[in-house]
T-cell receptor, first 113, second 111 residues
């Protein structure tokens, strides 16, 4: 079974630009969560999608948004990028039983210049 | 203020030594999880503890859930270089399927 796939793995943007990150969950997993990881703040929860609906949302500004498609693939978008948005963005999926175990992708490392 | 505080933040030890990592909170959790993250990869689940006072062993790793379900510890016996990584505890205090992660402990085991 293929794992969680995130693209792109690395990207560099400048302040004010926007970025879209993609996540393909494990086949059969309907829940996709996004996290931001930085050295100073650690892993911070962004949002979770389940069956194309945002089920939970963390404490991030509205510049951070996401969506989920009918095939459970998910995208997250960050608009008007700021230097502080530089981080590793991790996507995780889990199955419908909500056993709690998250399966993470390798992440998308975003650098904002 | 972080929901889950881990200590120590950094730990560098020699191969063969023992160590303990702590995960503390003022909140009660129905369960706590421990993940390990290696460079360039996402976190991988090591264990889930569910019952207060529960002890689980995974080879040289021993996980304990506090009686009050507010804290947990990870003890590694005879650490190996392969144990090097970022150790993260995680829990959902609200039951809303939001998994909050601890501040992390970065372990380096020197051969």
């Amino acid at each position: 079974k293929a794992g969680v796939t995130q693209t792109p793995r690395y990207l560099i943007k400048t302040r004010g630009q926007q970025v879209t990150l993609s996540c393909s969950p494990i086949s059969g997993h309907r829940s996709v969560s996004w996290y931001q990881q930085t050295p100073g703040q650690g892993l911070q929860f962004l949002f979770e999608y389940f069956s194309e609906t945002q089920r939970n949302k963390g404490n991030f500004p509205g510049r951070f948004s996401g969506r989920q498609f009918s095939n459970s693939r998910s995208e997250m978008n960050v608009s008007t990028l700021e230097l502080g948005d530089s981080a590793l963005y991790l996507c995780a999926s889990r199955d419908s039983s909500n056993t709690g175990e998250l399966f993470f992708g390798e992440g998308s490392r975003l650098t904002v210049l | 203020t972080q929901l889950l505080e881990q200590s120590p933040q950094f730990l560098s030890i020699q191969e063969g030594e023992n160590l303990t990592v702590y995960c503390n909170s003022s909140s009660v959790f129905s369960s706590l999880q421990w993940y390990r993250q290696e460079p360039g990869e996402g976190p991988v689940l090591l264990v889930t503890v569910v019952t207060g006072g529960e002890v689980k062993k995974l080879k040289r790793l021993t996980f304990q859930f506090g009686d009050a379900r507010k804290d947990s510890s990870l003890h590694i016996t005879a650490a190996q270089p392969g144990d090097t990584g970022l150790y993260l505890c995680a829990g959902d205090p609200t039951g809303a399927n939001n998994l909050f992660f601890g501040t992390g402990t970065r372990l380096t085991v020197i051969p």
